[in-house]
């Protein structure tokens, strides 16, 4: 107890600092980076619908364009890839490209013996997201039912659907199948937000809502608020009869996802052929403000700043080359790294930032993320020091203390950002770069909650420029100093690791009180191997000589005595032990489609028990499983690790999905 106790009395000592920049490099970030700028750009892309290979898509990457090409970036460069249903791209296989021509939906009256519109209560011009992506086309005039959530077989009991508009509170691919094998002529759904805090007290949102791209049963759905089916069941409940009009052209065909690129070329004639990473997806239903324009512009206007103040003579040219990227989420970041396995090769690092913008109104809660488990980084340490720091900073000036720099807008808050720093969260691209078969560490940055999260309400006007910059600042901080990166700066950085290692050690502290008592001793195990794997992560951008090597040693050993555990874990020589196949990358959690699935079918993978398992996003249990087969781990060791990471699982669980794995060929076991 003493000894813990003088262990969180040091890591109460560590107050969050900035080592990494000199204050005339941080200055001159904080005087040019402009929300603003950043929002105005926002404002444009936000007027257009942008779903994958879409034709407005294609204008947001030409918008992107332009402007790299006007703020004098080099390298800018517009691609596609093949998007026709068929190609893989490691685990993902391309969908089809979605669009649509019309859409609208009325209400009609009676005028005597024929139906005529009375009230339209959807249209793709004025809002596409009332019609759910990939909705194929139809026109039809039909009485509205209600059939409960729409997704099971007692739904459909006793009522006759066919050639009704059958209204659900699931989602279009929930209930498509069975509404058409009933014969339903099409869906209205209003399923809801994902669950926060908020939901449903806005009766008035409207989600965005899909079919799954592969599903062999098509047909239309409009996406209609909470209000209004509500409005709908009350008049049926009455035994009034609602007739509705549809009429949709829409749907899928072959065609390309579209990508921007553009660099800052680094100086050093070896380390510029080492990349640093800016990437976003750029694609989302219109207006898809703070999902996903706002980390979209936001890198943008780091690609401005940092261009102009190395023109300008204010910071110099990085070393490693700084390359920024705008694809389709996850299923484009797969393919530009199948197509393009060079940019694999080149990355170190990676900075993502997938809605960086919301504020008071959207209720956000602004994220830097940590690093899973299976990859252990410094480079998730470095996004957090500057996420403190602007923590620090922004709380002093909006508290009237003394301060060095404000981070604000002109035209934004002045509240404190108060970003919560360290936790591992999936959910966009990042989920591929760190994954097991390219493991490129990240630096994402995310809000969560946000109230208006796929919904029509994710306006331009619920955005803060002073959170774009802020935003704007981490990113463009973390990614100069790693592309800056060299021997002389290991000293500082060894410094930011062991501070990190405290903070993460006094969670684990916390932790093992909350977990039963016979997992403990596996969690400070993995702990203190994750902490070691953050040490030797610095190898992979400088070289660390043998002082710091054996200093190292005896602060991890002292820790481990400090804390009274063990820093190895057993084995069962029992256990087998997976290499992944090489020609298969990618992780199985990826955009509507399912690689288990699709190679062992739809019943099987259904059985399987670990993806019931869930962490704070549903994937965590069966993404780190797959990412810890290295070749060397049992599945003892992988079942240790995940249970470390989230709670503990079943060693047989973890062996079944495994098995899985190797029968789908994702995996081969080691003989």
Not at 513 to 535: A, C, M, T
Not at 568 to 587: D, E, H, L, Q
Not at 638 to 644: D, E, L, Q, T, Y
């Amino acid at each position: 107890m003493i000894r813990t106790t003088f262990l969180f009395l040091f890591i109460a000592s560590c107050a969050w600092s900035q080592p990494l920049l000199d204050p005339a490099t941080v200055k001159a970030f904080d005087s040019e980076l402009s929300g603003e700028s950043a929002k105005r750009n926002l404002e444009y892309v936000t007027r257009l619908h942008r779903i994958r290979g879409s034709s407005e898509f294609r204008m947001a990457i030409d918008f992107v364009e332009s402007k790299l090409k006007e703020y004098g970036l080099e390298g800018v460069e517009v691609f596609q890839i093949p998007a026709d249903g068929k190609s893989m791209y490691g685990t993902q296989k391309s969908r089809l490209v979605w669009e649509a021509e019309f859409a609208e939906l009325w209400e009609m009256e009676k005028d005597g013996d024929k139906w005529r519109p009375k009230t339209r209560l959807a249209d793709w011009e004025s809002m596409p997201i009332t019609l759910a992506e990939d909705s194929e086309s139809g026109e039809v005039t039909a009485d509205l039912v209600d059939a409960g959530a729409g997704s099971s077989e007692k739904d459909y009991e006793n009522i006759d659907f066919r050639g009704k508009i059958v209204l659900i509170s699931s989602s279009p691919s929930a209930a498509v199948k069975l509404a058409v094998a009933k014969g339903a002529a099409g869906l209205i759904s209003y399923t809801q937000n994902q669950p926060t805090a908020w939901s449903r007290e806005d009766q008035n949102l409207i989600r965005w809502g899909h079919f799954d791209s592969f599903a062999p049963t098509k047909a239309f759905c409009f996406m209609i608020s909470l209000k209004q089916a509500r409005e709908f069941q009350s008049r049926l409940a009455r035994g009034e009869r609602i007739v509705l009009h549809a009429k949709v052209k829409a749907g899928q065909h072959p065609g390309n996802y579209s990508f921007a690129t553009a660099i800052i070329k680094g100086t050093d004639p070896v380390l510029q052929n080492e990349e640093i990473a800016f990437t976003c997806h750029l694609d989302h239903q219109r207006p898809g403000a703070n999902d996903n324009a706002s980390g979209s512009m936001t890198i943008l206007e780091i690609a401005r700043s940092l261009n102009k103040l190395i023109a300008e003579g204010r910071i110099g040219r990085p070393r490693r080359t700084i390359r920024f990227i705008w694809s389709p989420e996850i299923e484009g970041t797969l393919a530009i790294l199948a197509q393009r396995p060079t940019y694999a090769d080149r990355i170190k690092a990676v900075i993502h930032m997938d809605m960086v913008g919301g504020g008071p109104i959207t209720k956000s809660v602004f994220h830097v993320a940590g690093a899973p488990q299976s990859l252990p980084n410094f480079v998730a340490d470095v996004g957090q020091t500057f996420g403190g720091y602007v923590n620090a900073q922004s709380d002093a000036y909006a508290s009237g203390y003394a301060h060095d720099f404000k981070f604000v807008s002109n035209e934004g808050g002045k509240e404190p950002l108060q970003a919560v720093l360290g936790e591992f969260h999936m959910g966009s691209d990042h989920d591929v770069y760190n994954e097991g078969s390219f493991r490129i560490p990240c630096i994402y940055m995310h809000d969560w909650p946000d109230r208006y999260i796929h919904t029509n309400f994710d306006m331009a006007a619920n955005i803060d420029p002073t959170k774009l910059k802020r935003a704007g600042f981490i990113g463009a901080a973390s990614g100069y100093y790693l592309s800056n990166l060299q021997a002389a700066d290991a000293a500082s950085l060894w410094s930011l690791i062991r501070q990190q290692a405290l903070k993460r050690t006094s969670d684990v502290v916390r932790r093992a009180g909350e977990i039963p008592k016979e997992e403990v001793d596996n969690l400070w195990s993995q702990h203190f191997r994750y902490e070691r794997g953050v040490f030797q992560s610095l190898k992979s951008f400088v070289q660390v000589n043998a002082a710091m090597e054996k200093e190292a040693g005896e602060f991890y050993s002292t820790m481990e005595k400090l804390t009274g555990k063990p820093s190895t874990g057993t084995r069962s020589n029992a256990t087998s032990v997976y290499k992944r196949n090489a020609s298969i990358k990618g992780p199985l959690s990826v955009f509507g489609y399912d690689y288990l699935a699709d190679h062992l079918g739809e019943e099987k993978v259904g059985a399987l028990r670990l993806p019931g398992y869930h962490g704070l996003w549903g994937d965590e249990y069966a993404y780190e499983t797959l990412n810890f087969v290295d070749g060397r781990r049992s599945t003892e060791e992988i079942r240790n690790a995940v249970s470390a990471e989230f709670g503990p699982i079943p060693l047989e669980v973890v062996e079944e999905y495994l098995r899985a794995l190797e029968n789908a060929g994702v995996i081969v076991k080691q003989k």
